[in-house]
């Protein structure tokens, strides 16, 4: 079997750790039988103007159907984040 860099959500300490920065730095979230058995969610920021984040688009869907490591997926889901435009989302001074 291979290694997994897999952790689970309600990891604390240093796998907590691990995953904040993985999902700083390559903004995406993802969540595979943590809060319900089987399913299984992939989600990207949504930005204001600046660097705010206003909410966020997921991909939702049965564990086995959707793959946390999916790139053309994530890449999609980043595309049409960068889209949107929230009404008073800008952020106010």
């Known amino acids: 079997m291979g290694t997994s860099t897999h952790r689970p959500a309600g990891a ?3 796998d907590g750790a691990y ?12 969540e595979q039988d943590e809060l319900r058995q089987g399913r299984t969610a992939v989600a990207v920021p949504v930005r204001d103007d600046g660097v705010g984040i206003v909410g966020c688009l997921a991909a939702i869907g049965g564990t086995g ?9 994530i890449d999609l889901l980043h595309e049409y ?4 435009r929230l009404p008073g989302a800008a952020r106010r001074p």
Do not use: E, Q
């Not at 995953?19 to 993802?30: A, E, F, I, Q, W």
């Not at 159907?65 to 997926?73: A, G, H, M, Q, V």
């Open 12 to 14: 604390s300490g240093a």
């Open 19 to 30: 995953r904040n920065r993985r999902t700083r730095s390559l903004d995406v979230s993802v």
């Open 65 to 73: 159907r959707i793959r946390t490591d999916d790139r053309d997926l």
């Open 81 to 84: 984040a960068g889209r949107l």
